[in-house]
């Protein structure tokens, strides 16, 4: 839903870290070098009952979640703790690993405000050699890149976003949403344990109940700390969540990632097919062998 007269006062914050202190560091840095601040910051630990103290003159919420029994993140939950430990009624999600633009508030604000719904910022994926720490947006431009297939997707001339079907392409990387349109999707399904596929849910639930999609040319910079390829570290979590996900929709969501996992011989699946069969588990080992020092 729309803002009636387009203007936004007050607006939360919200990011989920467990054992992430630096990255949280630089983007609560670059949180208060916005255009605009936020009335809070709400920072939802998961397992990290003891975090390292916030450098912020913006006011902080924490919530914390205990670990969980299987190590898993409750990346679900802690979305939904957040959401009702925040005060106001607009919020902007963050992942830990983001640094906003000084205008990413402001770009957001405005775009929820003119046209509602989901609103999905852009992501540049910075490199391991780091960003100038003093030089703002013009360093960190500098210093990343675009994600490949996400160039087009935010409007041209930096005008406000229109509507698009494409609802499999959300990320909950970097978003804005009403409290109210938040709370008509139903929030995140906590069905979806750990990693991957919550926030495909989130967004096909939006679409269900006629919460409309569009991305932004609000700008995020995600920081460098390398990627497994495919994302070993969390097979559990992709294949029982491709699980749920597919019960729920009838398709199956991470389907790159499910062939991946498919061509090294640990399951067998096809997009066809009704279930995942699992034979055998990425070891340690294995996992380190896939990891590779991209940024995306």
């Known amino acids: 839903m729309a803002v009636s007269d387009n203007s936004i006062q007050e607006f939360s914050v919200l990011v989920l870290s467990s054992n992430r202190d630096d990255h949280l560091a630089n983007l609560v840095a670059g949180l208060h070098r916005s255009t605009v601040l936020p009335t809070e910051l709400v920072v939802a630990y998961m397992g990290q009952p003891n975090p390292a103290p916030l450098d912020s003159t913006i006011p902080v919420r924490i919530v914390h979640l205990p670990a969980t029994d299987n190590s898993t993140l409750p990346l679900a939950a802690a979305r939904n703790a957040a959401s009702v430990a925040a005060s106001t009624d607009f919020f902007i999600f963050l992942d ?54 996400r160039t087009s997707l935010a409007p041209a001339g930096g005008g406000p976003p229109t509507a698009t079907d494409r609802y499999e392409l ?5 978003f804005a949403v009403t409290a109210e349109d938040f709370d008509r999707i139903g929030g995140f399904d906590e ?3 750990g990693y ?21 040319g609000a ?8 990627v497994i390829r495919p994302p070993l570290q969390h097979f559990i979590d992709i294949v029982t969540n491709s699980q ?8 199956w969501p991470m389907t790159g990632w499910l062939k991946g996992f498919t061509d090294a ?10 279930s995942i069969d699992v034979h055998s588990h990425p070891t340690a080992d294995d996992i380190a062998a896939a990891r590779v020092n991209a940024p995306y």
């Open 96 to 149: 830990v690993d983001c640094i906003p633009a000084s205008t990413l508030c402001e770009t957001l604000l405005r775009d929820v405000g003119e046209v509602g719904g989901l609103v999905m910022a852009q992501p540049r994926y910075l490199s391991e050699t780091g960003f100038p720490e003093h030089d703002g947006d013009a360093g960190l431009m500098r210093a990343s890149i675009p994600h490949h297939s």
């Open 170 to 174: 959300f990320w909950s990387l970097g």
């Open 191 to 193: 069905s979806f344990t």
């Open 196 to 216: 991957g596929g919550e926030d495909t849910d989130f967004s096909f639930a939006a679409r269900g109940c006629g919460v409309r999609l569009s991305f932004s």
């Open 219 to 226: 700008t995020m910079f995600h920081q460098h700390h390398g």
């Open 244 to 251: 749920v996900f597919h019960g729920k929709w009838g398709l």
């Open 265 to 274: 011989g640990y399951i067998t699946w096809t997009s066809d097919a009704d």
